[in-house]
Nanobody, 129 residues
Framework: QVQLVESGGGLVQAGGSLRLSCAAS????????MGWFRQAPGKEREVVAA????????YYIDSVQGRFTISGDNTKTTAYLQMNSLQPEDTAVYYC??????????????????????RGQGTQVTVSS
């Protein structure tokens, strides 16, 4: 089992920055990929960024490319999402999720929320204009 707890959310003005943390406990050594998702009111949950632990490959959706950075420590116990140049459209609940193994037939960065085995409860990010 792996437990995930997000922190670092809050209220920030447009153009500001936040760093989200995802603290993982349990059997983290065998996890394969970590993803950050977000869900805005009235919208579907979407992947924002992901990191594959084996080679530290990263993935970002177009709307956050160049503004957000996903990272983690070597023990896989903490993952981060550094968010710069935040905009009101970034307002959402942000979640982290992880999975132990690759998924047959799906490229690692295309995995959806339901494809992840362990998921956090989320942290609210609000960006004011």
């Amino acid at each position: 089992q792996v437990q995930l707890v997000e922190s670092g959310g809050g209220l920030v003005q447009a153009g500001g920055s936040l760093r989200l943390s995802c603290a993982a406990s349990g059997r983290t050594d065998s996890t394969y990929v970590m993803g950050w998702f977000r869900q805005a009111p009235g919208k579907e949950r979407e992947v924002v960024a992901a990191i594959r632990w084996s080679d530290s490959s990263t993935y970002y959706i177009d709307s956050v490319q160049g503004r957000f950075t996903i990272s983690g420590d070597n023990t896989k116990t903490t993952a981060y999402l550094q968010m710069n140049s935040l905009q009101p459209e970034d307002t959402a609940v942000y979640y982290c999720a992880t999975r132990r193994s690759p998924m047959y037939g799906r490229i690692w960065y295309t995995m959806r929320w339901d494809d992840y085995t362990y998921r956090g409860q989320g942290t609210q990010v609000t960006v004011s204009s």
